[in-house]
């Protein structure tokens, strides 16, 4: 293992540099176990079944949502998903996969790249599957070189079926165990990304109704230029799914015992408590909001979507529900009083037209993301976080960096004083004083949208189909927070709740042994010089 099987006077130079590439980012070991695993001892060479074997999902009766109607051709792409992986990535001669190519095909999977070309790389193995399970592609790729430029379109239904390889590859890369046995894929609702896929990348002039829409037939072509700048801008952790994808598959073959053949990967399943709960936030929204984030936060929010991989349940993630705790900003700050770490707001709320018409009224759901956990002041505060329009249509807007007006959050004061100017009550995002971007008013019964133009803290744009310009006020139907500061930030908060609780139980109980004879006391005075003031007392000595 390690030593070239070809005689030419480059491989040397060639293998010290894949192997100097592959050490940059600690996988050299794991290849190396890998590689002595896999390889046949004769021939010296990973034999290329078995590498294909390595990359093969494995499911029985892929079940899709059923808002969105699962495409015939979906499951021959998953099938022939690893034989792509393979030929496109793993060069072979006569006798397999040899050291220095293995090294060579996980660079090219998993090594540091720009995300435009890491995006490359996804749609050329999306192409290819394609064409091996006998659908038509339209991509073009110019090159075999890895930021070529590709020329064509996607449909849809292209899209569509994109997406869900990508869940499914994330999915398998969370996963703790690999099991032989065949189980249920699970599919998600991800309606609201594919519409904005098509929102933001379909000609003008289309005629798309996104609040009543069917996009499984729609002859829409995406130019792929257009999806790339939108997958970069909206959706930027998706090609990040191969790429974990590819280090799964070979970190668990480096786990295999010597002479053990990989075993075929199976994806587990995921019919977990949110996929059949009646929570807002959905698997297919959660996941589509870990791919707009990256690192500790990103983790967190794809343990929402796959719940076995997360250490506990999702159920502790849920700090605040309005159908559950109670509405108002009272019952509210309840629930979230003390939680120091991220956290996800959800809004879902109802809108209607000038006319007050019952008939025309429109659902949406709106979010936002604060690093930082709510505070009770009269001025905005916070780090930067996101905006999201979440349904319908999936958008994110990000900071600007041109104001700091992330989150305000303001309960009725106490103990003050007249205040002729009294500050807004409720909890607010972006924006100024008075004219928030988004505002739920104290009894979470109404939230007021406003046109981007008024907010210089976060990216322009649209949290709901034809906002329009003037400002919208909408009747709330839910809302929930989400806490994405993982068990630490769970156990901060439940100690300051016990000593919150401890402090009022002790205000409640009074002590009489600290009082002194009720005939000495100061206060028995008083009541007797009420009673009768002109009494004449002496004063004991």
Request: proline letters at 5%; a neutral charge; glycine letters at 8%.
């Amino acid at each position: 293992m390690g030593a070239s099987t070809s005689t030419e006077h480059k491989v040397p130079n060639e293998q010290q540099e894949a192997e100097a590439l592959a050490a940059s980012t600690g996988a050299l070991p794991m290849l190396q176990k890998t590689f002595s695993n896999l390889a046949d001892p004769q021939s010296n060479a990973i034999p290329l079944h078995s590498l294909q074997q390595c990359f093969r999902l494995t499911y029985k009766n892929p079940v899709a949502c059923e808002a969105i109607p699962m495409p015939d051709s979906f499951p021959a792409l998953l099938d022939h998903l690893g034989g792509s992986i393979s030929d496109l990535f793993f060069v072979s001669d006569k006798g397999g996969v040899n050291w220095v190519e293995l090294v060579r095909g996980y660079n090219k999977c998993c090594a540091r790249m720009s995300a435009s070309v890491s995006l490359n790389k996804l749609l050329r193995v999306f192409s290819m599957t394609l064409r091996k399970a006998g659908s038509p592609s339209n991509l073009e790729f110019e090159s075999d070189d890895a930021d070529c430029k590709i020329t064509g379109s996607l449909m849809p239904a292209d899209v569509l079926m994109l997406l869900w390889m990508c869940w499914a590859m994330s999915w398998y890369s969370r996963t703790s165990k690999i099991s032989n046995e065949k189980l249920h894929l699970r599919l998600p609702d991800v309606k609201h990304v594919v519409l904005s896929a098509i929102v933001s990348c379909a000609e003008a002039g289309s005629g798309l109704n996104v609040w009543d829409c069917d996009f499984s037939g729609l002859g829409v072509q995406l130019p792929v230029g257009k999806f790339q700048s939108w997958v970069l801008k909206t959706v930027p952790g998706l090609p990040d799914c191969f790429t974990q994808f590819a280090h799964g598959i070979i970190k668990k073959c480096a786990s295999q015992k010597d002479g053990q053949e990989c075993s075929t990967s199976s994806l587990a399943d995921n019919s977990s408590t949110m996929a059949n709960s009646s929570n807002l936030l959905s698997q297919g929204m959660a996941w589509a909001i870990s791919l707009t984030l990256r690192g500790s936060i990103s983790d967190e929010m794809s343990k929402l979507c796959f719940t076995h991989c997360g250490v506990h349940g999702i159920d502790k993630n849920l700090l605040y529900r309005s159908s559950v705790h109670g509405r108002g900003l009272n019952r509210f700050w309840s629930n979230v009083e003390g939680y120091q770490g991220a956290l996800l707001m959800l809004i879902s709320a109802t809108s209607r037209d000038a006319n007050d018409d019952r008939e025309n009224e429109r659902k949406w759901i709106v979010g936002t993301l604060a690093y930082q956990g709510f505070e009770n002041r009269d001025a905005f505060y916070g780090s930067p976080g996101n905006l999201y329009a979440i349904t319908p249509v999936f958008h994110v807007y990000p900071p600007t960096g041109k104001e700091k007006n992330f989150v305000y959050c303001h309960l009725h004061p106490t103990g003050r004083a007249y205040e002729p100017k009294p500050k807004p009550v409720g909890i607010g995002f972006g924006g100024s004083m008075g004219n928030e971007r988004i505002f739920v008013d104290e009894d979470f019964s109404k939230v007021t949208i406003r046109h981007h133009a008024a907010d210089k803290t976060y990216q322009p744009g649209s949290l709901f189909p034809d906002q329009g310009f003037l400002p919208v006020e909408a009747l709330v139907s839910e809302v929930e927070v989400w806490g994405l500061g993982g068990r630490g930030a769970k156990d901060v908060q439940d100690s300051y709740k016990k000593r919150e609780q401890l402090f009022n139980d002790q205000r409640r109980k009074v002590d009489l042994k600290t009082f002194g004879n009720w005939e000495d006391s100061p206060e028995k005075m008083m009541m007797d010089m009420v009673t009768d003031p002109n009494a004449v007392r002496r004063e004991d000595r």
